[in-house]
């Protein structure tokens, strides 16, 4: 989710109250929704504009860039660590994904952030079962809703959750999460909800590898061979470049990168950037969507054709 990436199962008492020790006086650590709203309305009534930044912690450079794309943006920032269990299938990495607490912490404190929010399951799905959820419609029946069923249920529902915990003025999602982006603009639009959606844009490594939370799971080959994904995009933004519109011609392009390194992608495909239909003919400003298996790790990535 808007931002991922280690052992822990759970966020510990003592772990939050380290996070706090250190962070004390330049950057508020919370763990309930009361503290928050309170925090959040203070600086309001002082005239401060508000910026949010969803993560589920592991924070990588990519996260960072995304907290100082919200300090550009607003006045006072909050950024909340939570590993969302709704956005997580049954087979999925929940109990093994990444978390760092206090390195987290740490990074957020080394960003400038007013406030980190991280708190407990128990606090954001409280017991007793949960009646209400948001569905989106349409956006979620291809890519990475095909392939992780109820991934963006859990995603909307955490984020409408967190959007009115916070209650900000402007939120801040990273553009290597493309569908997500679309399903949370389609979310902000269609229930009129008051605030800004900012998307700054994807953080690669060097060799051009995009940053990833998972990425710490890769084997020193399996990064190497990673390193295809992001290939088979440059390569179809070449031949964009060049002159190719035709979509199917692109995304043979891509396959063809791919399959040098012996990767079958679960998907690859110019699309929409709106509503993440396929098309025919290629135009700036469309997306091409890949994801994959490296060895035993997923990863996405994603790239907007630009006209040379």
């Keep these: 989710m808007f931002a991922r990436a280690?052992?822990?199962?759970?966020?510990?008492?003592?772990?939050?109250?380290?996070?706090?020790?250190?962070?004390?006086?330049?950057?508020?650590?919370?763990?309930?929704?009361?503290?928050?709203?309170?925090?959040?309305?203070?600086?309001?009534?002082?005239?401060?504009?508000?910026?949010?930044?969803?993560?589920?912690?592991?924070?990588?450079?990519?996260?960072?860039?995304?907290?100082?794309?919200?300090?550009?943006?607003?006045?006072?920032?909050?950024?909340?660590?939570?590993?969302?269990?709704?956005?997580?299938?049954?087979?999925?990495?929940?109990?093994?994904?990444?978390?760092?607490?206090?390195?987290?912490?740490?990074?957020?404190?080394?960003?400038?952030?007013?406030?980190?929010?991280?708190?407990?399951?128990?606090?954001?799905?409280?017991?007793?079962?949960?009646?209400?959820?948001?569905?989106?419609?349409?956006?979620?029946e291809r890519w990475e809703g095909a392939a992780r069923p109820g991934h963006f249920e859990g995603v909307l529902t955490v984020v409408a959750k967190l959007f009115n915990i916070v209650l900000p003025d402007v939120a801040v999602f990273g553009q290597k999460d493309a569908q997500q982006v679309a399903v949370v603009r389609a979310m902000v639009r269609d229930l009129d909800l008051p605030l800004q959606i900012v998307v700054a844009p994807t953080v690669r490594e060097p060799d051009g590898l995009a940053l990833s939370s998972r990425n710490v799971y890769l084997s020193p080959d399996d990064r190497r061979r990673a390193l295809a994904l992001s290939r088979a995009l440059f390569s179809i933004q070449a031949a964009f470049g060049r002159g190719e519109r035709d979509a199917r011609a692109l995304e043979q392009e891509g396959l063809a990168v791919l399959g040098r390194d012996s990767i079958a992608p679960d998907y690859l495909a110019v699309v929409d950037p709106e509503t993440l239909a396929t098309v025919s003919t290629a135009e700036p400003g469309c997306i091409v969507l890949v994801a994959g298996r490296v060895g035993p790790t997923r990863l996405i990535d994603n790239i907007a054709l630009a006209s040379p």
């Design 6 to 140: 280690g052992s822990r199962m759970t966020t510990t008492a003592s772990d939050l109250a380290g996070a706090r020790g250190a962070l004390r006086g330049t950057v508020e650590v919370l763990t309930r929704i009361p503290e928050v709203r309170n925090v959040v309305a203070a600086a309001r009534a002082r005239g401060k504009r508000i910026a949010f930044v969803p993560t589920m912690g592991a924070l990588h450079e990519g996260h960072l860039r995304l907290i100082d794309t919200a300090r550009k943006a607003a006045d006072f920032v909050v950024v909340s660590i939570f590993v969302n269990p709704l956005q997580f299938g049954p087979n999925e990495d929940l109990a093994k994904y990444p978390r760092d607490i206090d390195g987290d912490t740490a990074k957020v404190r080394s960003r400038g952030a007013d406030v980190v929010f991280i708190p407990e399951v128990a606090e954001i799905y409280p017991p007793g079962g949960r009646r209400v959820r948001i569905v989106p419609v349409g956006l979620d």
